[in-house]
Nanobody, 114 residues
Framework: VQLQASGGGLVQAGGSLRLSCAAS????????MGWYRQAPGKQRDLVAAIRVNGSAVYVTSVKGRFTIARDNAKNTVYLQIDSLKPEDTAVYYC?????????WGQGTQVTVSS
């Protein structure tokens, strides 16, 4: 089973994107879900997480700009990214927390031009 992220693209600094990630119900219903990103030459890091009840946490660098949400009826987790910066350029992935390597999909590329 892989979690497929979508919604990335090329945007100018200051722009916005909304990423989506669909999961199977068996994975989604009881899992804390997270968005991760991997910039070129860097490790893959968690940037936002959301519990089943909707409470969310963020790393400091994205607070106030990223919003994670989930639709439990659609088994989908979203990442709204506003005020994009060039340093947000990365491939974005979703996975559970704790992550399951078998769930990694191809991710979705976000490229921010200055």
């Amino acid at each position: 089973v892989q979690l497929q992220a979508s919604g990335g693209g090329l945007v100018q600094a200051g722009g916005s994107l909304r990423l989506s990630c669909a999961a199977s119900g068996s994975i989604f219903r009881t899992s804390v879900m997270g968005w991760y990103r991997q910039a070129p030459g860097k490790q893959r890091d968690l940037v936002a997480a959301i519990r089943v009840n909707g409470s969310a946490v963020y790393v400091t660098s994205v607070k106030g700009r990223f919003t994670i949400a989930r639709d439990n009826a659609k088994n989908t987790v979203y990442l709204q990214i506003d005020s994009l910066k060039p340093e947000d350029t990365a491939v974005y992935y979703c996975n559970t927390i704790p992550l399951r390597p078998m769930y990694w999909g191809q991710g979705t590329q976000v490229t921010v031009s200055s």
